[in-house]
């Protein structure tokens, strides 16, 4: 994730202020590039939407169509029906001694997370904690990714809203970046780089797009797409699976908030969004970590150039966006 610290490194073209600009992560060493004059091409539309009808989705009655029992379920007592259900993923991406990949299903075919209550949310929030706390009693299982495809161009090949959790037995290399990173900056600061970088966004409240009692959302510093937001708790925790009745509330209205801006302002585009905990890995202390999620919108296809590079090339400051998103 693109956080700001002091340690921050910018290069703008000093001819043509309002062109282009390099940013540097501080926790990654990422370089993005930003390039406004790419944005007065951009329009919102509304994405590509896959249709299905209901009486042909696997996961309008994941019984009927051949899956595997559920692992969890949350009913919603107000219908005398399911309100989501875990289930083990028919196509996972790993299989048994490898992991494990379960699907997340919720029970409106048409309706989104945006148009879910935050006391809905907070039932989403409460079951991937659930989830995830199973997993991570599996044996060798050393990170569990929490994820959620809104959209085709996001990801998502069955439009029946759902998220993901993966239980995988390595580290992916994004997360031991950040990981190391983290656990550098506390060794030679004896702070949370993460903590620095909300007290420092706090102050001068540019990209801050909503907070409350417990979370803050930003535009990131060195965001690496148009619209990214980023969600993190105000005080410093490592574990999102772990944190209690009160912050969940908080996070549920964040998020709440969060994807009822990027539908009404951005006309429901497709995105991503995961969480970033702390590693189930016993081997290693993760104190210094700070847990958080990111929502990444998606606009254009990656190229060539962003492919052999490793570099983001992003139309919209994060400045910009959070004040588009604060209106």
């Known amino acids: 994730m693109a956080f700001v610290d002091g340690q921050i490194q910018i290069m703008k073209n000093k001819k043509t202020e309002s ?14 590039l930003f390039a406004p004059l790419r944005s007065a091409g951009h329009k919102f539309e509304d994405r590509a939407k896959t249709e299905l009808a209901k009486n042909k989705c696997p996961f309008e009655n994941p ?3 051949g899956n595997k029992p559920p692992v969890l379920v949350y009913q919603d007592k107000t219908k005398n029906d399911w309100f989501l259900q875990i289930i083990p993923n028919k ?3 790993v299989g048994p001694g490898l992991g494990s990949h379960d699907v997340v299903i919720y029970r409106d075919h048409e309706r989104y997370l945006a148009d879910f209550t935050k006391e809905e949310i907070k039932t989403v ?3 991937f904690q659930e989830r995830y706390k199973s997993l991570a009693e ?18 998502s090949s069955i ?5 993901q959790i ?3 037995p390595i580290l992916p290399p994004y997360i031991t970046r950040s990981v190391d990173a983290s656990r550098r900056y506390f060794q030679e600061h004896n702070k949370c780089t993460h903590c620095r970088m909300l007290s420092k966004e706090l102050k001068e409240k540019k990209r801050v797009v ?14 690496r797409a148009e619209f990214e937001l980023a969600i993190l708790p105000k005080k410093h925790f490592a574990y999102f699976e772990k944190i209690k009745e009160p912050e969940l509330f908080a996070l549920a209205d964040a998020l709440k908030v969060s994807l009822s801006q990027i539908y009404k302002k951005l006309k429901d585009p497709a995105f991503n969004f995961f969480i970033h905990t702390a590693p189930v890995d016993r081997s290693s202390s993760y104190g210094h970590y700070h847990w958080h999620m990111e929502i990444m919108p998606k606009f254009d296809i990656i190229g060539g150039f962003e492919l052999s590079t490793g570099l983001d090339i992003v139309a919209v400051y994060p400045e910009e966006a959070a004040e588009i998103f604060r209106k």
């Open 125 to 127: 929030l409460a079951a």
């Open 159 to 163: 439009p029946h809203p759902h998220s």
């Open 63 to 65: 019984a009927k169509f």
């Open 138 to 155: 599996e044996k060798n299982i050393k990170y569990i990714s929490i994820f959620h495809n809104h959209g085709k161009e996001a990801g």
């Open 91 to 93: 196509n996972p991406a």
């Open 19 to 32: 062109t282009s600009e390099f940013r540097q992560d501080s926790i990654s060493g990422d370089w993005i």
């Open 166 to 168: 993966l239980a995988l």
């Open 210 to 223: 909503y907070q409350n009692s417990d979370m803050v959302v930003i535009a990131p510093f060195a965001s």
